[in-house]
């Protein structure tokens, strides 16, 4: 990441109310960096596609304050410096992949050499070429994506938005896809995927925004977001009796003679007591394994109502804006804990 | 500039990939090729190697350029381009906007450096692509055919290609209408030949009324005439009564009908004006070529009013006068006019809408 540059994203207040007086956002805010690759989170229906097509002028919003690439949210010049992969994309039938690549292209005003020259350094990296001729109704879904993805890059884009990029492409494909945009990144361009693929976010995301009823609930790395969640797990040998003597950590019999000890902490230095009196006691130790929640986990948590300990409803809603900040303000890892 | 190039060309490549397009070319040739087929000479018609003697019809009656340019003019254009072609074409191009504001392929569309108003009308000249491209080479091998058969080039029979342009381009600002708001391409098609046909039937009321408006005027000039008469040679009352009763029933019906032509008229003269346009060629071959059609032998009589002494002649004359009488801005600007207001009312409205 380049800190010292402009931000490629920085949104605030952005809200958006279908009519019928559905709120999909209800004052986003979101900062992504150059050299960065941003996930962006959420349930069906939390607001993520909206707000991705609400910088891709896809979308109008109802209030917004921001800019994208240093440009007002909405200045159409800035588009050509933006490259976009919309979920379910759907190009002509009776293009082939390389006129949808050039169609894209050209759409960005680039020249016609420099889209011919880059189509065909595009279709080489989506593993396309042979195929770059035939049309696309032929195509199946992952190859389908991947000339989406080609198409989105076509023009060099500084900032990238992809929404589900890897939807039905196979694991080859995707791991392929994953290495583009870490070359993206790489080269300084940012990145925000939008994806349900947590897995696949968790590898390659700097850093991870969650969406729940179109509010940021979550916003930093992965790292800081499960912070309060990083803890040790001791399998041993160890009985109730000496568990009970070790503070502030969580005993666990595991049967036959084995139980596990969870010390809630991610400094190595801060169970070395804990080995102590384990080893003083003669407790055979299988394994010591630091622990953190996956992105899984803290996505679940962020769309699990606290109170009721039930996941949220798929979907936009038209309740008040104060449930939702309730819901948000009643969770210590909300707010971002870390973007460098 | 690089856009709309890329635009075009994406509609070309669509059009080469729609069978319709091929169909209603070939059709185009075979009709070419049927007029083709059909001769004039002096003994009659000839069909390919067939003769078939016909006093009525042949070079004695009308010369074979005149034909062939009555053929184009009355029975090619307003038949094939103007009815059968154009059908064929909203089924072509009824799609286009519906496929455009489809979810998947609008999103890739706005997020180009290209504003949606520019967007919208270009995919829209895309779409008269369609119809230009079919009219073009249909009057071009007419042209030829004309030039090569009938022995007169007429560069007069291409402005078919913009008056049919136009034509087809009030129906397909509905088309645009309809298919960028219910995102149907039946239900555009469907209610875009509804729209037609609406069209159709303010245009029939208005001729109607103003073919009995024209009879009946007339039928009124002869009364007053016959009234005048007998009034200067001093008929007795017994004479003058029933004349005078004849003008009273004349003017009455006459403003029964000139209150049912306005109302028509006026809605004709909101709505486009989908047959005049096209009628245009035939005003503008009979001004700029001489080519007269003659009518038949003058042997009937109207019926319309109390007055049975109009001849067709006379009453098929006056009504061509005020047909003539209107001018290219009331047929074709008012008719732009409309296909304006209803592109900015969907231009206004892809603008604003969120996909």
């Given at each position: 990441?380049?800190?010292?540059?402009?931000?490629?994203?920085?949104?605030?207040?952005?809200?958006?109310?279908?009519?019928?007086?559905?709120?999909?956002?209800?004052?986003?805010?979101?900062?992504?960096?150059?050299?960065?690759?941003?996930?962006?989170?959420?349930?069906?229906?939390?607001?993520?596609?909206?707000?991705?097509?609400?910088?891709?002028?896809?979308?109008?919003?109802?209030?917004?304050?921001?800019?994208?690439?240093?440009?007002?949210?909405?200045?159409?010049?800035?588009?050509?410096?933006?490259?976009?992969?919309?979920?379910?994309?759907?190009?002509?039938?009776?293009?082939?992949?390389?006129?949808?690549?050039?169609?894209?292209?050209?759409?960005?005003?680039?020249?016609?050499?420099?889209?011919?020259?880059?189509?065909?350094?595009?279709?080489?990296?989506?593993?396309?070429?042979?195929?770059?001729?035939?049309?696309?109704?032929?195509?199946?879904?992952?190859?389908?994506?991947?000339?989406?993805?080609?198409?989105?890059?076509?023009?060099?884009?500084?900032?990238?938005?992809?929404?589900?990029?890897?939807?039905?492409?196979?694991?080859?494909?995707?791991?392929?896809?994953?290495e583009?945009?870490?070359?993206?990144?790489?080269?300084g361009?940012?990145?925000?995927?939008?994806?349900?693929?947590?897995?696949?976010?968790?590898?390659?995301?700097?850093?991870?925004?969650?969406?729940?009823?179109?509010?940021?609930?979550?916003?930093?790395?992965?790292?800081?977001?499960?912070?309060?969640?990083?803890?040790?797990?001791i399998?041993?040998?160890a009985?109730?009796?000496?568990g009970?003597?070790?503070?502030?950590?969580?005993?666990?019999?595991?049967?036959?003679?084995?139980?596990?000890?969870?010390?809630?902490?991610?400094?190595?230095?801060?169970?070395?007591?804990?080995?102590?009196?384990?080893?003083?006691g003669?407790?055979?130790?299988?394994?010591?394994?630091?622990?953190r929640?996956?992105?899984?986990?803290?996505?679940?948590?962020?769309?699990?109502?606290?109170?009721?300990?039930?996941?949220?409803?798929?979907?936009?809603?038209?309740?008040?804006?104060?449930?939702?900040?309730?819901?948000?303000?009643?969770?210590?890892?909300?707010?971002?804990?870390?973007?460098? | 500039?690089?856009?709309?190039?890329?635009?075009?060309?994406?509609?070309?490549?669509?059009?080469?990939?729609?069978?319709?397009?091929?169909?209603?070319?070939?059709?185009?040739?075979?009709?070419?090729?049927?007029?083709?087929?059909?001769?004039?000479?002096?003994?009659?018609?000839?069909?390919?190697?067939?003769?078939?003697?016909?006093?009525?019809?042949?070079?004695?009656?009308?010369?074979?350029?005149?034909?062939?340019?009555?053929?184009?003019?009355?029975?090619?254009?307003?038949y094939?381009?103007?009815?059968?072609?154009?059908?064929l074409?909203?089924?072509?191009?009824?799609?286009?906007?519906?496929?455009?504001?489809?979810?998947?392929?609008?999103?890739?569309?706005?997020?180009?450096?290209i504003?949606?108003?520019?967007?919208?009308?270009?995919?829209?000249?895309?779409?008269?692509?369609?119809?230009?491209?079919?009219?073009g080479?249909?009057?071009?091998?007419?042209?030829?055919?004309?030039g090569?058969?009938?022995?007169?080039?007429?560069?007069?029979?291409?402005?078919?290609?913009?008056?049919?342009?136009?034509f087809?381009?009030?129906?397909?600002?509905?088309?645009?209408?309809?298919?960028?708001?219910?995102?149907?391409?039946?239900?555009?098609?469907?209610?875009?030949?509804?729209?037609?046909?609406?069209?159709?039937?303010?245009?029939?009321?208005?001729?109607?009324?103003?073919?009995?408006?024209?009879?009946?005027?007339?039928?009124?000039?002869?009364?007053?005439?016959?009234?005048?008469?007998?009034?200067?040679?001093g008929?007795?009352?017994?004479?003058?009564?029933?004349?005078?009763?004849?003008?009273?029933?004349?003017?009455?019906?006459?403003?029964?009908?000139?209150?049912?032509?306005v109302?028509?008229?006026?809605?004709?003269?909101?709505?486009?004006?989908?047959?005049?346009?096209?009628?245009l060629?035939?005003?503008?071959?009979?001004?700029?070529?001489?080519?007269e059609?003659?009518?038949?032998?003058?042997?009937?009589?109207?019926?319309?009013?109390?007055?049975?002494?109009?001849?067709?002649?006379?009453?098929?004359?006056?009504?061509?006068?005020?047909?003539?009488?209107?001018?290219?801005?009331?047929?074709?600007?008012?008719?732009?006019?409309?296909?304006?207001?209803?592109?900015?009312?969907?231009?206004?409205?892809?603008?604003?809408?969120?996909?």
């Open positions: 990441m380049m800190p010292n540059r402009p931000l490629s994203i920085d949104l605030n207040d952005v809200t958006k109310t279908y009519r019928g007086g559905v709120h999909a956002l209800r004052g986003v805010s979101l900062q992504v960096h150059p050299g960065e690759i941003f996930g962006l989170l959420g349930p069906n229906g939390a607001g993520k596609s909206t707000l991705v097509k609400i910088m891709m002028t896809v979308v109008r919003p109802t209030t917004v304050r921001g800019e994208v690439l240093g440009q007002p949210v909405g200045h159409k010049s800035t588009l050509a410096r933006l490259g976009y992969l919309p979920e379910h994309h759907r190009f002509p039938a009776w293009l082939t992949g390389r006129q949808a690549i050039e169609f894209s292209g050209a759409m960005c005003k680039m020249p016609r050499k420099l889209r011919r020259r880059r189509t065909d350094e595009l279709l080489d990296l989506v593993r396309m070429t042979e195929w770059g001729g035939k049309r696309l109704g032929t195509y199946s879904k992952g190859m389908q994506q991947r000339i989406g993805l080609a198409a989105s890059l076509v023009n060099d884009p500084q900032l990238v938005l992809l929404d589900e990029p890897t939807d039905g492409v196979d694991p080859v494909g995707r791991r392929e896809i994953r583009v945009l870490t070359q993206m990144r790489d080269q361009k940012s990145v925000l995927v939008n994806s349900h693929i947590l897995s696949e976010l968790e590898m390659i995301c700097d850093r991870v925004a969650i969406l729940v009823q179109g509010v940021v609930a979550r916003q930093g790395t992965v790292a800081s977001l499960t912070k309060s969640s990083r803890c040790y797990e399998i041993s040998a009985t109730a009796e000496i009970s003597t070790i503070e502030n950590a969580e005993f666990e019999s595991l049967g036959e003679g084995r139980s596990l000890i969870r010390v809630p902490t991610d400094d190595p230095i801060a169970i070395q007591p804990v080995l102590d009196r384990l080893r003083a003669d407790v055979m130790i299988e394994s010591v394994l630091p622990k929640e996956s992105l899984e986990d803290l996505f679940l948590r962020s769309v699990t109502d606290p109170s009721t300990g039930v996941a949220l409803e798929p979907g936009a809603n038209r309740s008040s804006d104060s449930d939702v900040k309730t819901f948000r303000k009643s969770d210590p890892d909300s707010t971002d804990g870390g973007d460098s | 500039m690089i856009q709309t190039l890329a635009l075009l060309h994406a509609a070309y490549r669509e059009l080469n990939a729609r069978k319709l397009f091929w169909v209603t070319l070939a059709l185009s040739g075979l009709i070419v090729a049927a007029m083709a087929s059909v001769g004039l000479n002096e003994e009659g018609l000839t069909v390919l190697w067939w003769q078939f003697d016909l006093a009525f019809l042949n070079t004695n009656i009308m010369p074979v350029d005149v034909f062939y340019k009555f053929i184009f003019a009355n029975l090619a254009v307003p094939w381009l103007a009815w059968l072609a154009t059908i074409a909203l089924i072509s191009t009824a799609s286009i906007f519906p496929d455009m504001v489809s979810g998947g392929s609008i999103d890739i569309l706005l997020s180009k450096p504003g949606r108003t520019r967007l919208f009308l270009t995919r829209y000249l895309t779409g008269l692509l369609f119809v230009m491209l079919q009219v080479v249909f009057t071009i091998a007419a042209f030829l055919l004309i090569f058969r009938g022995g007169s080039w007429e560069p007069w029979i291409l402005i078919s290609i913009p008056l049919v342009l136009l087809y381009s009030y129906l397909f600002s509905i088309c645009a209408l309809l298919g960028t708001i219910t995102r149907s391409t039946i239900a555009s098609f469907l209610i875009t030949i509804l729209f037609w046909l609406l069209i159709f039937g303010v245009n029939s009321g208005e001729q109607v009324t103003l073919a009995g408006r024209t009879a009946l005027e007339i039928s009124l000039q002869y009364s007053q005439e016959d009234l005048k008469e007998a009034v200067d040679a008929d007795p009352i017994e004479v003058t009564g029933p004349l005078q009763e004849m003008c009273d029933e004349d003017q009455e019906s006459l403003d029964t009908w000139e209150s049912f032509h109302w028509f008229f006026t809605a004709k003269t909101i709505l486009p004006k989908t047959d005049e346009t096209v009628d060629l035939e005003r503008v071959l009979r001004d700029r070529t001489g080519m059609i003659g009518g038949p032998p003058e042997r009937q009589e109207m019926m319309f009013g109390a007055n049975q002494r109009i001849s067709n002649r006379e009453f098929r004359d006056r009504l061509q006068e005020t047909m003539d009488d209107r001018s290219v801005f009331w047929i074709i600007g008012t008719s732009l006019l409309f296909e304006f207001a209803v592109l900015g009312l969907v231009c206004w409205y892809f603008s604003r809408r969120d996909f």
